[in-house]
């Protein structure tokens, strides 16, 4: 069964500080993996997209990895600001099954001042 | 180039009453889909149109339904609501022509529904 699992639930961290936010996936077969940021009552917007082939992408402040081998992918954020606060969602594709994107349920981030 | 629109953006009804919510794509998209997100559920998918065809459903009761128009709009219906409605549901779009392209999702701003 196609899953995607997202640790940690939620996360409180200091303004200027980095995290590390995990997503974890049994998706075949693999397509790419998306994170989507979604600040309260907002649509997501899509930050990065990971393909079979690629470990690492920056966006700004925002580096996704991927581990094709282990099907794990990490969001780093690096100098965390008040905006960063949202949830972080890991949406991983399948090129076959019931529906080709799978969600992950999430990672609330806060960020305080 | 415009995003996708979602109206009502916010709504309240009382149980047993039935909802229509509307989607408008980012021009040229013609796959819609929806989504259904509570507090703690992540986004549920709900079904997925491309063409005025419905592509794939997700696992919702039949009170759940929706359509495509020729001009790539959608609607969703719920009838008969319940107090497990309530809920954010989100609608996105995408360039994806073929069952299998996994384009991005540009999602709206959601549409919220209060059920009391």
């Known amino acids: 069964k196609n899953q995607v699992e997202q640790s940690p639930q939620s996360l409180i961290i200091l303004e200027g500080k980095n995290c590390t936010l995990q997503?974890?996936?049994?998706?075949?077969?693999?397509?790419?993996l998306r994170w989507y940021k979604q600040d309260t009552g907002r649509g997501p917007v899509s930050l990065t997209i990971?393909?079979?082939?690629?470990n690492t992408k920056s966006n700004g402040r925002y580096t996704a990895t991927l581990d094709a081998d282990t099907k794990q992918s990490s969001l780093h954020i690096t100098a965390s600001q008040l905006s960063d606060s949202a949830s972080y969602i890991c949406?991983?594709?399948?090129?076959?099954?019931?529906?080709?994107?799978?969600f992950g349920t999430g990672t609330r981030l806060k960020v305080l001042a | 180039k415009a995003g996708v629109t979602q109206t009502p953006r916010y709504l309240i009804k009382t149980r047993g009453q039935q909802v229509t919510l509307s989607c408008s794509p980012i021009?040229?998209?013609?796959?819609v889909s929806w989504y259904q997100q509570t507090p703690g559920q992540g986004l549920q998918f709900l079904f997925e149109?491309?063409?005025?065809?419905?592509?794939n459903k997700g696992n919702f009761p039949g009170r759940f339904s929706g359509r495509q128009f020729s001009n790539s709009r959608s609607e969703m219906n719920v009838s008969t609501l319940e107090l497990g409605d309530s809920a954010l549901y989100l609608c996105?779009?995408?360039?994806?022509?073929?069952?299998?392209?996994?384009?991005?999702?540009?999602f709206g701003e959601g549409s919220r529904l209060t059920v009391l």
């Open positions: 996105a779009s995408s360039s994806g022509q073929s069952r299998i392209d996994t384009g991005e999702l540009f």
């Open positions: 997503c974890n996936y049994t998706v075949s077969p693999f397509s790419n």
């Open positions: 021009s040229g998209h013609r796959s």
């Open positions: 990971m393909t079979f082939s690629e």
């Open positions: 149109y491309f063409s005025e065809t419905q592509r």
């Open positions: 949406v991983v594709s399948a090129t076959s099954g019931t529906y080709k994107y799978i």
